[in-house]
């Protein structure tokens, strides 16, 4: 009885490892969209503007695990030094902080790439903080 058991298992379970198996060494087509880092280094910098009567306080910047921090911060607008991404670096990524003049005050992070500003993230209200990431 039990030998019985056991062949009706080993047949009902194999063609199922078979299947999964079959299933998971499948060359998957959707994978090809997702691109290595470019080899190409890059130039980069961040800007924050903060609305009329709001004041900029800190910001934290950089790319991969290369980043900065500015303290002390005060004023509408904020920029920062313009930075070398060498090729192969996956994302840059800059998140910064101010205090807004009343509720509906806005703060604005944008990251520039060679020149062209490709990514922007925003907040509102009267405390701020923005973030923003672009993957190359």
Do not use: D, L, Q
């Given at each position: 009885m039990k030998n019985?058991?056991?062949?009706?298992?080993h047949f009902r379970i194999f063609p199922l490892i078979a299947i999964t198996l079959l299933l998971a060494s499948c060359s998957k087509k959707g994978d090809s969209n997702v691109t290595p880092p470019s080899k190409?280094?890059?130039k980069v910098y961040f800007k924050a503007t903060v609305s009329a009567g709001s004041s900029i306080n800190n910001a934290a910047y950089g790319y991969d695990a290369t980043q900065t921090s500015a303290t002390s911060l005060s004023g509408t607008t904020w920029t920062s030094p313009e930075l070398t991404a060498p090729g192969g670096t996956v994302e840059a990524v800059c998140s910064v902080g101010a205090t807004g003049a009343n509720a509906s005050s806005t703060l604005t992070v944008q990251i520039f790439v060679d020149g062209t500003m490709v990514k922007q993230g925003t907040a509102s209200g009267q405390i701020l903080a923005a973030n923003v990431t672009y993957s190359f």
């Open positions: 019985n058991f056991f062949k009706k298992i190409a280094s890059h």
